[in-house]
T-cell receptor, first 111, second 118 residues
Framework: TQLLEQSPQFLSIQEGENLTVYCNSS?????LQWYRQEPGEGPVLLVT?????EVKKLKRLTFQFGDARKDSSLHITAAQPGDTGLYLC???????????FGQGTILTVHP | ETGVTQTPRHLVMGMTNKKSLKCEQH?????MYWYKQSAKKPLELMFV???????ENNSVPSRFSPECPNSSHLFLHLHTLQPEDSALYLC?????????????????FGPGTRLTVL
């Protein structure tokens, strides 16, 4: 069973601050995805990273896949209240049974 | 709007009731999934259907019974549930590549059904 450790579980910050969420495992993954979920809705895909060392940017969000493809991070610059939500990492790939979600990070950005 | 719809959005049922959750995807995907999301656990994959065939059943109790009549529709039939089954049930779809192609199983989720078992 692949385990995916996501941290921190909770993050409460002020508007304008920076933050980083981590997703770590002892297993190697073929790909890793980050999702954001708002209350009352399902998770929405933000990005997929597949290459070790890959960095992807989505406006104020920066995603990085570790060189060994065992870990990933999500960095948000100058957080805004609209960034509030549950952030989830999903690791896996072509094998359905190995789709594993991290525990999630609940982010609250206060105006 | 992700292209995946779920009904009902909210369901309250007794332990002796029988109910069904419905999911429909309008994305032309070939795989569909049921997940359970509860407050104390990460998102749990329950069932996977690929080209209408069930490919995964992650030790889910038999009181949950999935059905996939075609690649666009997925049902979850519920009977004699327990209070601990109360959770958000999410449906998702993805496009899985045919042999030889890359496939990352990017999940497109519906809004979920909030289930409460009394």
């Amino acid at each position: 069973t692949q385990l995916l450790e996501q941290s921190p579980q909770f993050l409460s910050i002020q508007e304008g601050e920076n933050l980083t969420v981590y997703c770590n495992s002892s297993s190697v993954f073929s790909s890793l995805q980050w999702y954001r979920q708002e209350p009352g809705e399902g998770p929405v895909l933000l990005v997929t990273v597949v290459t070790g060392g890959e960095v992807k940017k989505l406006k104020r969000l920066t995603f990085q896949f570790g060189d060994a493809r065992k870990d990933s991070s999500l960095h948000i610059t100058a957080a805004q209240p609209g960034d509030t939500g549950l952030y989830l990492c999903l690791a896996g790939g072509t094998s359905y049974g190995k789709l594993t979600f991290g525990q999630g990070t609940i982010l609250t950005v206060h105006p | 709007e992700t292209g995946v719809t779920q009904t009902p959005r909210h369901l309250v049922m007794g332990m002796t009731n029988k109910k069904s959750l419905k999911c429909e995807q309008h994305l032309g995907h070939n795989a569909m999934y049921w997940y359970k999301q509860s407050a104390k656990k990460p998102l749990e994959l329950m069932f996977v259907y690929n080209f209408k065939e069930q490919t995964e059943n992650n030790s889910v109790p038999s009181r949950f019974s999935p059905e996939c009549p075609n690649s666009s529709h997925l049902f979850l039939h519920l009977h004699t549930l327990q209070p601990e089954d109360s959770a958000l049930y999410l449906c998702a779809s993805s496009q899985v590549a045919l042999a030889g192609g890359p496939s990352y199983n990017e999940q497109f989720f519906g809004p979920g059904t909030r289930l409460t078992v009394l």
